[in-house]
């Protein structure tokens, strides 16, 4: 769920669910797949992302119709975009194991700066844009930090 303000809150789910939130109301849109939709950014009424299984991102083009965007891999595997973020004029997606990726035109091109970074959930903060990722195994719980110049990846060993 995401929104710009009270009259304009879309929310995003399973079977490519997508709904806006209306005088109170919740109206589905019809939706450019059926595939589980895992994230939505609401930039303003017109420029709306959602995102989710197989890599599919869209862009609401303001008159009822779902722009397809592309998707530049660094993975020969599908990725799951998990969480978007809007941070100094560009959108960032989450995608977990295979990393960030940052919208430019039309493509979601793969943010290097951060090496193997896990990057599941993104957080806007006064210091910058934060990623945060957790998978089992060696490659273990990553914060990510970019402060309009500079990525920082730093993986966090937790005993449990």
């Keep these: 769920v995401h929104g710009w303000h009270n009259s304009s ?6 079977k490519g669910l997508v709904a806006k939130r209306t005088n ?3 109206e589905v849109i019809p939706s450019p797949s059926n595939e589980s ?4 950014w609401v930039v303003d009424d017109k420029d709306i992302y959602i995102g989710g299984k197989s890599g599919f991102a869209w862009r609401w083009d303001g008159d009822r119709r779902w722009i397809r965007l592309k998707v530049k891999t660094k993975s ?7 969480d978007f973020a809007w941070y100094e ?3 960032y997606a989450a995608a977990c194991t295979d990393g960030l990726y940052r919208l430019e035109g039309d493509t979601f ?14 957080s806007i903060t ?10 089992w195994g060696e490659y273990g719980n990553w914060i990510t930090h970019f402060d309009g ?9 937790v005993a449990v």
């Design 9 to 14: 809150v879309i929310a995003v789910g399973v």
């Design 37 to 40: 939709l895992k994230t939505v």
């Design 149 to 157: 110049q500079k990525w920082a990846a730093h993986q966090i060993n």
């Design 126 to 135: 006064d210091s910058g844009l934060i990623g945060l990722g957790n998978v």
């Design 89 to 91: 004029n560009f959108l």
């Design 76 to 82: 020969e595997y599908d990725i799951t975009f998990m």
């Design 24 to 26: 109170s109301k919740w």
């Design 109 to 122: 091109v793969p943010v290097t700066d951060i090496g193997s970074a896990c990057v599941s959930k993104l």
